[in-house]
Structure formats: C-alpha cells, structure tokens
C-alpha cells in the first residue's frame, strides 16, 4: 500500500534516517461497530470519542502518518475480497471515519484502521500505526491495550521499533496478535511491510491467503 523523494543534505548537517527524510520531503505538500462522523461534540446521551493525545507530531511528521495508515490500509487490509465480500475497511486519519464501541458503553474508539462486517458494523480486526514517537508505554497503555480488548489488533510499526514494541507489549500485558514495521525508501513509492512477530494461532486464517505474512 505508496509514494515519495527527498532532497541531499548539506555536508556538514547531521544525516537522517530514511524515514525523517522522507518526512521532510512531505512537509511543503501538507496544505469503530459504530458508523460516526467526525463531530466536534458528542449529542446528549452519545457516547464520547476516546481518542488520547500520545505525542504532538511536527506536521511533517503528521503527513507521514497519514499517508503511511492510507498504504498500510490498502496493501493489508484490502477488503472487501472475493472471500469476505461483507467486510469493510476504513481509516480514521486523517478523518474519522468509523468508531469502535469501548467496552464501557460509554465512549468510541477510532483505532487508525477498523475491519468491519457490515451492514452490522462488527468489528473484525484493527490496525495502529505508530511513528518513532508514538512507540512507547503511554501508547500502549491509553491505546493499544484498549484497543486491543475490542478485536484483534495488528500494530504497525517503524522499521527499528520492532523489539520495542514487543517488549512493550508483553510487559504491559497488551493482547496484539501481529506486529509489523514499515518504512519508506528513499526514491521508492511504495511502503515496505515487515512482519516482526504473529501470535501463535492467531486470527491470521480468517484474512485472505494473499494478505497472510509468510
């Protein structure tokens, strides 16, 4: 699921990693089973948006994000297929597009990708994408692990941050069934997906063959 370029740093400025230069490259282009809309308040007696600030990224940063949920959604989570012709995948950056309701009845999540079963709206599987900065125990904490408990959660994460994420995971009792790293390549379009770690036994039979790591 893809695109980009970056420019060549000058000599004497300290060289980044693939993933920040693609990031300033996107900068100057800048400009859940519930169906909600993005509104600025709940109505009386609806449940709120559970959707916690974990870090304030710079807008190049932002950008990448988006951009990087739009390929991640497109290259793993391409439903409907000819298997699973109930199944709908939507993506809540840069807009809300389809919450999940928490398991307090009281408030909807918007994990960054939501698999549903419609027209019910049950939620299938659910995908995070972290940047460098989102990769650490307050995401995993107010995050994954919530999200986590509401179907099984796929987190995409940068290539490097792997390890961590796990390690996260398994410290904070955070029940994800894969994790994966993404990156771009410099003069490449198209995002790389890795799989890191899958659960043993996991939902991974219920996904298209052609979707399935390995």
């Known amino acids: 699921m893809a695109q980009e370029a970056a420019e060549e740093e000058r000599a ?17 282009g800048l400009p859940r089973v519930l169906l909600l809309g993005s509104t600025p308040r709940p109505a009386p007696g609806q449940p709120r948006p559970y959707d916690p600030r974990i870090a304030t990224l710079s807008e190049a940063r932002a950008a990448l994000h988006i951009r990087a949920v739009k390929d991640i959604a497109a290259a793993r989570f391409g439903f409907p ?7 709908r995948t939507y993506t809540n950056i840069p807009k809300k597009t389809m919450g999940v309701a928490m398991l307090d009845g009281k ?5 960054d990708i939501v698999v549903v079963q419609d027209p019910e ?6 995908g995070e994408v972290e940047t460098a900065e989102t ?45 994966r790293t993404w990156r771009y390549i410099v003069g490449v379009e198209e995002i790389e997906i890795n799989d890191h770690y899958t659960v043993p036994s996991g939902p991974e039979e219920m996904l298209p063959r052609i979707l399935r790591p390995g």
């Open 81 to 87: 297929t000819e298997k699973y012709r109930d199944y």
């Open 135 to 179: 990769v650490n125990e307050q995401a995993a904490e107010r995050r994954w692990r919530p999200f986590a408990d509401l179907a099984p959660l796929y987190l995409y994460v940068p290539v490097g941050e792997g390890d961590h994420a796990l390690k996260l995971c398994r410290a904070l009792r955070v029940s994800a069934v894969g994790i």
């Open 121 to 126: 709206n049950y939620a299938k599987v659910l």
């Open 107 to 111: 408030s909807v999540a918007y994990p």
């Open 12 to 28: 004497e400025e300290p060289k980044l990693d693939p993933v920040a230069r693609v990031a300033a490259s996107l900068g100057s």
